[in-house]
């Protein structure tokens, strides 16, 4: 059985291109805490990959910092250097996405004028008797 589950927030934005035979693919960086060396809190930077639609989601709905779970299966790749030497890596192949916290609200922004700004007079102004608006 190869599943794994993991909960964290994205160390950057998931970065999408298209393979040349088309295909989408997303990855990203997700921090993963646990406690380390005399119980003290450490980062895990693990890399993830999510191909078609569920990497388009994690490309529309997701950014930087946000907090997201992941199903998924530990898979490896492994290649030769360009200087010969055999390099190996792990990263998690994602199936499923979960958004594990709201969306934060943005605050409108406000709509461009093109009037000129209403000015304030400084002092009230002197009513004479020929400017009221009633007869006395």
Avoid: H
């Amino acid at each position: 059985m190869n599943t794994i589950n993991l909960i964290g927030r994205l160390a950057r934005d998931p970065e999408d291109k298209t393979t040349t035979t088309g295909q989408y693919v997303v990855t990203i960086c997700l921090g993963v805490d646990r406690r380390g060396k005399d119980n003290k809190k450490e980062t895990d930077w693990i890399d993830c990959t999510a191909w078609g639609k569920t990497g388009e989601f994690l490309t529309g709905y997701t950014k930087k910092g946000e907090k997201i779970g992941v199903t998924g299966s530990l898979q490896t790749r492994s290649w030769e250097a360009s200087d010969g030497s055999k390099r190996k890596t792990c990263f998690v192949l994602v199936e499923k996405v979960e958004l594990l916290e709201p969306k934060k609200a943005e605050a409108p922004k406000p709509e461009p004028t093109t009037e000129e700004p209403m000015t304030v007079p400084t002092e009230e102004p002197k009513a004479e008797e020929n400017d009221l608006p009633f007869e006395i």
